[in-house]
């Protein structure tokens, strides 16, 4: 029963995944911002709403180590396992906007949310809200910077959706999006407590991946539909969106206790390889694309990543 519930829970997240990417390629054209900017806002937020809602959860019910690793495991599963997979299916095609706002605004969040773990071993309600509301000032400033929709002759029909279509394709996206992490959570937590992995490491490498497969399925068809920029700023979007808004709205509500020092030794200095990596892997073998060889280079850190966790 359980490997069933976490089958139609992967599901509906690759069903959640293809109304989202539409309805925000249909949002782009109805307010003439660019794709980069929807992918980095809407669809980011969407795909992070089952990591708001298991580190909220986790943390009212006195589990911080699930409520924080949740969010570090998610953002190297974003990185390693979906940006691999996705690359692995499709180039990724990187634009100017990555370098100069996109990836420095990922690090900045990943360094300062180490820095207020590291500082006194909790994140506060004060520190929560320092998050939120930087990421409020990112979401304005991509707003303002915003230049325009890119042209794609191939989703020239998206320019005549009805504004009503365009909200039912989000509520679809997100209900879908919603049960699906939750019964392939629900499922995957169960087999993993039958077979005995502690509740830290099935945080951050179970639930994370499972919270992550709507990012998954978003970028794999956004990639597959052709839509370049959505496919790489939904994953930098997802990493900033599961730090300020997932971390930061639970903190303020509850803060979270780091009581496993793990997560500040090992987790969190992964993330930050891992977002790190994501810059010179743009350059070195083909520059401004992430193709098969660098998809297939993530994917195997990830690999030693979930090997470290669990021996």
Known sequence: MDIILMLLGFGLLVIGGEFLVRASVALSFKFN??????????????TSLPELLVSLNAALNDSPSIAINNVIGSNIA??????GITA??????????????????????????????YNDFKLDAVEGAVLFLSLLLFIAYLLKQSDGIETDDSIDTLTMISNFKIVIWLMIGGVALFFGAKWLVDGAVVIAQKIGVSE?????????VGT??????????????KEKAISLGNLIGS????????????????????????????????????????LPLTLFFKRHEIKKIEGFLLVFLYGVFIYTVFF
């Open 78 to 83: 974003n990185i390693g396992l979906v940006l």
């Open 239 to 278: 990493n900033i969106f599961n730090i300020g808004s997932v971390l930061g709205l639970t903190a303020m509500i509850k803060p979270i206790v780091v009581e496993d020092t793990e997560i500040l030794s090992r987790d969190v200095v992964w993330m930050l390889l891992f977002a790190g990596l994501l």
């Open 33 to 46: 911002i660019s794709k980069m900017v929807i992918g980095l806002t809407v669809v980011s937020f969407a």
């Open 88 to 117: 692995l299916i499709g180039t990724i095609y990187v634009d100017k906007t990555f370098y100069k706002i996109n990836w420095p605004a990922m690090m900045v969040f990943s360094f300062l949310l180490y820095y207020f773990l």
């Open 212 to 225: 992550s497969i709507p990012e998954l399925a978003a970028s794999v068809i956004a990639v597959i539909r």
């Open 200 to 208: 830290a490491v099935i945080s951050v490498s179970i639930i994370a």
